[in-house]
């Protein structure tokens, strides 16, 4: 069934589907997270429904010149056009139905800002779904971390950052394959669920180009993925 959801900023709202793969707040913290600035040229990588996109834009209306949202999957694109439709933002969100590693020579070092919440899981790592599509969202079986950091590097232009999120546990692989591809991680922010002591989620920052140096700090939210 289709629901429309506010943003609960502003009037804008965002649509998805109960038989499709739904967002989770790991998306809500990634949307707030990145450093934005004056004019940034966005790509929303495995945009699903778009939220992240969508969330950050109306956070920072007055700052983003233009979002691009790229989501392999036809049911969440077009959900992402249903949203962008509703809230007028033709002009500003640019939704596509594409894989990240198609992404064509037209946008390399197009975007100031990357921001991603990729699949987290590794194929054959325990999480299973006898769907497809959902399979799809969850685990690597269709992009992987290497051709995920790989299509960052491609993408974002030299002094550009990224954002994104991943499950604690595989920080030191993502690090790897960030600096692997030129981008040094500047940011790391570790949330906590409820009154856990260990991390559940890492939302990382990296710079294309970067000087060496790490911030790191935490939050802690009532619920996780």
């Known amino acids: 069934m289709l629901v429309k959801e506010s943003l609960l900023v502003e009037n804008y709202v965002v649509y998805q589907d109960d038989e499709l793969y739904r967002f989770t707040s790991d998306a809500a913290l990634l949307s707030r997270f990145p450093t934005v600035r004056k004019g940034d040229t966005v790509a929303d990588f495995c945009s699903g429904c778009g939220i992240v996109g969508l969330n950050l834009f109306a956070l920072n209306k007055t700052a983003v010149g233009s979002v691009t949202l790229f989501e392999m999957q036809k049911p969440l694109h077009d959900l992402a056009v249903r949203s962008v439709e509703e809230n007028g933002l033709k002009d500003r969100i640019f939704p596509k139905n594409l894989k990240v590693q198609e992404i064509g020579g037209e946008y390399a070092g197009r975007f100031s800002l990357i921001v991603c919440n990729p699949p987290y899981e590794k194929v054959g790592s325990g999480e299973t779904n006898k769907r ?42 993502v690090f790897s394959e960030l600096k692997n591809n030129g981008i040094e ?25 970067g000087k060496t140096g790490l911030k790191i700090t935490t939050e802690r939210i009532k619920g996780g993925k």
């Open 185 to 209: 991680p500047k940011r790391l922010e570790l949330v906590f669920a409820g009154e856990s002591e260990t991390p559940y989620l890492a939302l990382l920052e990296g710079v294309k180009g």
């Open 132 to 173: 497809e599509d959902i399979a799809v969202c969850r685990t690597e079986k269709t992009l992987s971390l290497k051709e995920l950091c790989a299509a960052f590097s491609f993408a974002v232009k030299f002094g550009g950052r990224i954002a994104v999120s991943h499950r604690a546990d595989r920080v030191a692989e």
